[in-house]
């Protein structure tokens, strides 16, 4: 078997003992002489699944009484628009700290819900430049932040993919202290990479592709409080009330996914828990910071440092044709998902916690060789 060292950004890599076990149990699951995606959502055999896979996201990332968690499908993309749905109403305002591409989709989302409920976005863009050439190179430290304690809530993506910026990822770029406001995380590609207190949120969200499963799911946190404040005047499907109430049952869930997700749960717990998780995700970011801040001549990281992304590593070679040669040769090695991505160019190498220590000191190791023969 040939598995590839892979950089992508998502779908990314998975655990392979979690890929191993789905493949032991794929055709005969349980012993129930059938795969678990051939089971009916509420047979007992998948409820034990979906359950388990529920309470081990809530003991790895200590989510309180107070917070139900969801499996729900459209994507993070689908939460852009089903946040503000549910949360806005007529006359409010939400604010938006914006500080990179995803923040500009969530964005754009939240703006045409309140133009159709009479409701508005206030926005804080951290990017510099104007319009679609916006460049954006770091998360808000926290006193360029002004929380507006009449908004309804405040969204933030915690990680930026494409841009490489990451808040936490240094001590001095903590979230947002938004008091009284509910502060809302776009969390999908930085979920469970470490711990963190979950209950200050008033709603953190993930596509699983990234971090924690194959696509087709997305992870939703949600304090009991905003289910039940919900807008009641939208389809039942787009009501949060009406996942929680169903157990994320209420209509057929992508069973396999969330089957998925149990595995890697399951991996994550194995590996002692987030604390453990964290610490091997900021060794591998030293590894690989490391290696583009010894050769300053050669690489070039585009992002402040104390806003450096430890999931989604971007940085710049001297030529646009240096950089198709790196990821050629990188690829000759097994290496592979390097390219930056299409809007901004340059390498990212995404480094999830699927991706091990060994991983990236190939690529660190292969970064240092090739700056020296250049
Ligand atoms: C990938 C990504 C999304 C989009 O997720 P979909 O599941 O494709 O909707 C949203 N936000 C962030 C931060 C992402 O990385």
Redesign the pocket.
């Known amino acids: 078997m040939n598995r590839k060292i892979n950089f992508n950004?998502?779908p990314s890599a998975l655990p392979l003992p979690a890929l191993e076990r789905a493949k032991e149990e794929f055709l005969d699951f349980a012993g129930s002489g059938m795969s678990v995606m051939e089971h009916s959502h509420r047979g007992k055999e998948y409820e034990a699944v979906h359950d388990e896979a529920i309470a081990l996201l809530r003991e790895l990332l200590g989510i309180p009484a107070t917070h139900e968690v969801l499996f729900l499908q459209?994507?993070?993309?689908?939460?852009?628009a089903q946040i503000p749905m549910n949360i806005l109403d007529k006359g409010q305002t939400a604010q938006y700290l914006v500080n990179?591409a995803?923040g500009e989709?969530?964005l754009g989302e939240a703006k045409a819900v309140a133009s159709m409920f009479g409701a508005s976005i206030a926005v804080d863009n951290y990017g510099e430049g104007e319009g679609k050439e916006k460049k954006y190179t770091r998360v808000p430290a926290p006193s360029d932040i002004k929380i507006n304690p009449a908004a309804s809530y405040c969204h933030i993506?915690?990680?930026?993919?494409?841009h490489g910026v990451q808040f936490n990822a240094d001590g001095s770029r903590p979230f947002p202290e938004t008091g009284v406001v509910p502060l809302i995380a776009?969390?999908?590609?930085d979920f469970l990479w470490r711990p963190l207190d979950i209950g200050k949120f008033g709603l953190a969200y993930a596509?699983?592709?990234?971090n924690i499963g194959p696509?087709g799911v997305?992870v939703v946190v949600i304090s009991k409080e905003l289910v039940e404040k919900g807008r009641k005047d939208i389809p039942k499907i787009f009501q949060f009330r009406t996942h929680v109430e169903n157990k994320s049952l209420y209509n057929t869930p992508s069973t396999f996914g969330i089957y998925m997700i149990r595995n890697v749960l399951s991996w994550l717990k194995g590996l002692g828990g987030l604390q453990k998780v964290e610490e091997a995700n900021r060794k591998k970011g030293a590894r690989l910071y490391g290696a583009i801040d010894a050769n300053p001549q050669f690489y070039r990281s585009p992002v402040e440092k104390e806003s450096r992304s430890l999931m989604n590593v971007v940085f710049r070679l001297p030529t646009p044709e240096l950089e198709e040669l790196f990821i050629a040769e990188a690829k000759k090695r097994g290496m592979v998902g390097l390219k930056g991505h299409r809007s901004v160019g340059g390498i990212r190498a995404s480094i999830y916690n699927a991706a091990s220590y060994e991983w990236v000191d190939t690529l660190a190791g292969f970064m240092e060789e090739f700056a020296k023969g250049k």
């Not at 459209?74 to 852009?80: D, L, R």
């Not at 993506?157 to 494409?162: D, L």
């Not at 596509?207 to 990234?210: C, D, L, P, V």
């Open positions: 950004a998502g459209g994507g993070a993309t689908q939460m852009f990179g995803w989709k969530a993506a915690s990680n930026e993919t494409i776009d969390m999908s590609s596509g699983a592709q990234k696509s997305v």
